[in-house]
């Protein structure tokens, strides 16, 4: 069983940046994604990144502010988050998926991390 490790979360002010990092041990997979929840919210997408190609997806709500890239030598994935809003506050799940095509739903995604959360103070 793949366990990602998510890291990085923490208590910041809107307009601050935070930088999340998700470990993969053990093997690489064909795309990763970002997913949030906020507390009595679905499980949201907010980027994906197909590993090999580096092309990316953005939820519109972040689009412009944060940034999903990966390290192949580490094989760690991560999400650049700048100019967070109090919107932005949830916990952040990293997530991975064997496929051909690049996915934004939770159900596409097999393996997941436990979550980091992120809260943003107005």
């Known amino acids: 069983q793949v366990q990602l490790e998510e890291s990085g979360g923490g208590l910041v002010q809107a307009g601050d940046s935070l930088r999340l990092s998700c470990a993969v041990p053990g093997r690489t997979f064909s795309h990763y994604g970002w997913f949030r929840q906020a507390p009595g919210k679905e499980r949201e997408f907010v980027a994906s990144?197909?590993?090999?190609?580096?092309?990316?997806t953005y939820a519109d709500s972040v689009k412009g502010r944060f940034t999903i890239s990966g390290d192949t030598t580490k094989n760690t994935v991560y999400l650049q988050m700048n100019s967070l809003k109090p919107e932005d506050t949830a916990n952040y799940y990293c997530?991975?998926?064997?496929?051909?095509?690049?996915?934004?739903?939770?159900?596409?995604?097999?393996?997941w991390g436990q979550g980091t959360q992120v809260t943003v103070s107005s």
């Open positions: 990144i197909r590993w090999t190609a580096g092309t990316t």
């Open positions: 997530a991975a998926r064997q496929a051909a095509t690049q996915a934004a739903t939770p159900g596409a995604y097999s393996y």
